[in-house]
């Protein structure tokens, strides 16, 4: 199996010796071998790795988040690949929409002075979201990022029976309609703050759950249009008193 040193593969990838080495302390990327004189040896399998990485970086994810994909138990890089195209193609999407937006607005500069048709305002920022772009990268990283909490939900849920599955989709109606009741006592009442308690037993009834992935979560239900059409079915705007109420409920925990 042909190997590369890392001057070979820092050239071939356009990256720095010096970030070859910093992947290698952070445990981002590790060379296949090491010699006996220390140089670092590069395979196919680190070349591939790279090349996610690399991907990754170029579509905004953090080296933290990046390690986390890479390391899943079931990460396919195959479907990586897959995420990678879809997400390019969306900024190939949005690039196509801004050029198209520069274009109308030339134009409408150029006829300023005439009596053409000028550009509508509200057109002046067409194609500068980058709401769908961010929404698709947001599940890749709920994809990969939480795979052993997947494991743990699949492996407790295969051991309930169906009327524990079914006592729980009761019990998690009845707690929805009961902070959609409260919400009127503001996300820190004692009222609130034990039914997030609640909440809060209900998500480790199927994984482990740190504070600091709770937090994530509460966001998650708000950024993620499936969630907030769950909950705010409830009652309006419970989704955001829903992730505002469980970041009291962490901040409250993570001072005992």
Same mark, same amino acid.
């Given at each position: 199996m042909k190997t590369y040193t890392v001057k070979q593969v820092a050239d071939m990838a356009g990256v720095t010796v010096r970030t070859l080495h910093f992947y290698d302390e952070i445990g981002l990327?590790? %060379?296949?071998?090491?010699? %006996?004189?220390?140089?670092? &040896?590069?395979? @196919?399998? &680190?070349?591939i790795r790279l090349q996610q990485i690399?991907?990754?970086? &170029?579509?905004?994810?953090?080296?933290? &988040?990046?390690?986390?994909?890479l390391d899943a138990p079931d990460f396919d890089v195959r +479907?990586?690949?897959?995420?990678q195209r879809k997400l390019i193609e969306l900024r190939r999407k949005r690039l196509g929409g801004l050029l198209k937006t520069i274009d109308r607005t030339i134009i409408s500069l150029a006829n300023k002075t005439s009596k053409k048709k000028k550009m509508e305002d509200d057109k002046l920022y067409n194609s500068f979201s980058t709401d769908e772009v961010d929404q698709y990268a947001e599940e890749v990283k709920r994809r990969w990022g939480h795979t052993e909490a997947y494991k743990q939900?699949?492996?407790?849920?295969?051991?309930?029976?169906?009327?524990?599955?079914?006592?729980?989709?009761? @019990?998690?109606? @009845?707690?929805? +309609?009961?902070?959609?009741?409260?919400?009127? +006592?503001?996300t820190e009442s004692s009222e609130v703050q034990?039914?997030?308690?609640?909440?809060?037993?209900?998500?480790?009834?199927?994984?482990?759950? %740190?504070?600091?992935?709770y937090r994530n979560l509460g966001k998650m239900y708000v950024?993620? %249009?499936?969630?907030?059409?769950?909950?705010?079915?409830?009652r309006p705007g419970l989704v955001v008193f829903m992730r505002d109420a469980i970041a009291h409920f962490c901040d409250t925990q993570e001072k005992k």
């Open positions: 990327l590790n %060379p296949g071998a090491v010699r %006996p004189n220390g140089y670092r &040896e590069y395979g @196919e399998k &680190e070349l690399m991907f990754f970086r &170029e579509l905004d994810f953090e080296l933290d &988040e990046i390690r986390k994909i +479907q990586a690949l897959r995420d939900s699949t492996a407790r849920v295969a051991k309930m029976s169906k009327g524990d599955l079914a006592a729980i989709k009761r @019990e998690t109606e @009845e707690l929805n +309609q009961a902070l959609a009741k409260a919400m009127d +006592q503001g034990a039914l997030i308690a609640k909440h809060y037993a209900g998500i480790r009834r199927f994984y482990d759950c %740190p504070m600091a992935m950024d993620d %249009p499936r969630f907030t059409a769950t909950y705010d079915k409830y």
